[in-house]
């Protein structure tokens, strides 16, 4: 498995190899959830109740949920590595970009609180 | 019959001036003056302060790299009927200017030597040469040609925000030329050199090396040789090692 590379011990390729994993886990649930869209097409009805409802219905199941939770981690994981790597080029003040990167932190780890209570407040 | 063409050069020279300036010159070029390199050779006949660097004339030595019309490139190999006027020359970006289109060097080869761009074999010296197979010695093929002129590593944005850090595309490529090669010993050592997050993988991909190359080579390939040589070397790694055991199932 190549997650288990994810080591202390190859400290470039893991920032490298995470990047390319986390995109992969992205692309799998993009491809499924367009899949999903066109099988079930929780959209289109006549009343816009009918289709708030449709669509509650499409996104309630505890798998989809989690699946999402999944793709978003993969996303915060993926956007934390690339600003990472823009400050690691832009900013060479260390103490600034550790400001920034920590600013960056922050915001990831709140989108995570706010959309874990977005999925189970559906 | 003479042409005139136009010219817009970067001049510098530290002793004398505060600032960098762009001096305009108006040429009437001879009908041999087929390469940019000549019509330079012309304009210095003008003015014998202009300095660059050359030698083989013929884009083999690599000397003559500089920014052509915003691109780098070979003075020796541009065609002068192909460059739109006035053609704008720079010395190559990124690296300290000694003197008009002269830049130094330095940084550049000190990481090529840190690649130890050199066969390692430890094996008594055969009595010839040391044999390779011809579809060993085709793996060699696109990267033993590299001149080292710079074009490539100097067009690298991610070389001109690290230079001290990141080895650049002609490094790389060097080092993939020596990983690849059957009969180096090297190969593990010069993995593990390329593991920083900085040494290696601050190239992002962008391909100007590729864009740029004057012997049509292609560093990007290269470098993404070297990246999956590495996930290769340390799933192989990872295998040689016991498992991992948590309540005696063996996990990883």
């Known amino acids: 498995m190549l997650i288990q590379l994810l ?81 690691k080029d832009y900013v060479f003040n260390k103490v600034l970009r550790g400001y920034m990167q920590l600013a960056v932190d922050i915001a990831l780890v709140l989108y995570l609180f706010w959309l874990v209570y977005i999925l189970w407040n559906v | 019959m003479a042409k005139q063409m136009k010219f817009s050069v970067y001049r510098y020279n530290p002793d004398v ?3 960098p300036y762009m001096q305009d010159y108006d040429i009437a070029l001879e009908d041999e003056d087929q390469m940019l390199l000549d019509a330079l050779i012309r304009i210095k006949q003008h003015d014998d302060t202009l300095s660059l660097r050359k030698s083989c004339r013929e884009g083999v030595c690599g000397s003559d790299s500089m920014n052509i019309n915003g691109k780098n490139g070979l003075a020796c190999i541009t065609k002068l ?45 055969p009595e010839t040469e040391r044999l390779q197979s011809p579809a060993d010695r085709a793996k060699l093929d696109g990267m033993y040609e590299c001149i080292l002129c710079g074009a490539c590593t100097t067009s690298c944005p991610s070389f001109w925000w690290n230079p001290d850090k990141f080895v650049g595309p002609a490094g790389l490529m060097q080092a993939n030329r020596f990983i690849m090669d059957s009969r180096d010993q090297a190969t593990e050592e010069r993995l593990e050199n390329l593991e920083d997050p900085y040494r290696l993988y601050r190239c992002h991909n962008i391909m100007n090396c590729v864009e740029v190359c004057p012997k049509k080579l292609n560093p ?31 996990v990883g």
Not at chain 1, 7 to 26: I, K
């Open chain 1, 7 to 87: 080591t202390h011990q190859y400290p470039g390729m893991r920032l490298w190899l995470s990047q390319r994993l986390t995109a992969v886990v992205m692309a799998i649930y993009i491809l499924l959830l367009v899949v999903l869209l066109l099988i079930v097409q929780p959209f289109g009805h006549t009343t816009w109740q009918q289709n708030y409802a449709a669509w509650i219905e499409f996104v309630s199941p505890v798998w989809f949920r989690l699946a999402t939770l999944l793709f978003s981690m993969s996303l915060f994981m993926h956007a934390w590595l690339g600003v990472a790597d823009v400050l």
């Open chain 2, 17 to 19: 001036d505060k600032k």
């Open chain 2, 81 to 125: 009927s192909e460059l739109e006027q006035p053609v704008v020359l720079r010395p190559m970006p990124g690296l300290p200017v000694i003197r008009d289109l002269v830049v130094d060097m330095t940084q550049f080869f000190e990481h090529y030597n840190s690649v130890k761009p050199y066969l390692i074999n430890d094996d008594p010296l």
């Open chain 2, 220 to 250: 990007n390939a290269a470098i993404a040789n070297i990246k999956d040589l590495k996930i290769e070397r340390a799933k192989e790694n990872a295998d040689r090692k016991p498992a991992k055991k948590i309540f005696g199932i063996s």
